[in-house]
């Protein structure tokens, strides 16, 4: 029988029968024994500290070299010497991937041009006719955060948001289709709170006073003048102010 198995009987049989007396049976020394211990455990340590490890280069996108990742893992009260840190994301291959630059070839053309519909006028008079989009990062302790957002350019709100551990172009398409969800929500909101008296404007941009209305019309008085009534589709009022009470 080898060593190591003599040893790997007694470990198993340790809370069954005295260590010495084993050692003694099977032939081996006691320190050879403890050893074998000692190195079953930093096995089981190794293994755990590697899924901590795990966990950080999943939220950075396996960027973090080992001194980053020892700094993260110091940050969640995790004290390891970075020498260990080192050696445990070299044995389980968690070590950062070197990115290499990408080479960039000028086709002549662009395979996608966009007009650019805003050309600088970041004014508008209406809610919900301009919309602008950005992504920005957020470094927290559990890694780096994107944050999608949609803003108006009616009054600078912001329509609807999102976040994710990745920039991808899915995060930007899900805070667009939340934006439209909102908005939608807002809309039917506001068509079925509409009563005579309130104050709305108008797609056009005109401001009035809704004097009658039906189930999918309205009639809109606009100034001061009563000859300037207008019958129109629900659908062009995009703003509504309820009278003071």
Not at 148 to 177: E, G, P
Not at 194 to 219: E, N, R
């Amino acid at each position: 029988m080898r060593t190591k198995v003599k040893y790997a009987v007694i470990y198993r049989h340790r809370n069954e029968y005295a260590v010495s007396v084993m050692c003694k049976f099977f032939e081996v020394s006691r320190s050879g024994y403890y050893d074998f211990v000692s190195r079953i455990g930093k096995a089981e340590r190794d293994a755990e500290l590697a899924k901590k490890i795990q966990e950080c280069q999943d939220r950075t996108d396996k960027t973090y070299g080992y001194r980053r990742v020892w700094k993260w893992l110091k940050d969640k009260n995790i004290e390891r010497n970075p020498k260990t840190v080192l050696r445990v994301m070299k044995k389980y291959g968690l070590l950062s991937e070197i990115r290499r630059r990408r080479k960039w070839i000028n086709l002549g053309q662009q395979v996608h041009k966009y007009k650019n519909l805003l050309n600088r006028q970041f004014r508008t008079d209406r809610p919900n006719t301009k919309w602008v989009t950005d992504i920005s990062y957020v470094h927290t302790k559990e890694g780096v955060l994107y944050l999608s957002i949609i803003r108006d350019l009616y009054d600078n709100s912001i329509v609807a948001y999102k976040t994710a551990s990745r920039q991808t172009v899915n995060l930007v398409l899900d805070t667009i289709r939340l934006a439209m969800k909102k908005e939608k929500k807002r809309v039917d909101e506001m068509m079925a709170s509409l009563a005579i008296g309130d104050s709305v404007l108008t797609s056009s941009g005109f401001y009035g006073v809704i004097i009658d209305m039906t189930d999918d019309t309205v009639i809109v008085e606009f100034g001061s003048n009563k000859n300037c009534r207008i019958p129109m589709q629900k659908a062009a009022i995009v703003q509504v102010e309820k009278p003071e009470a």
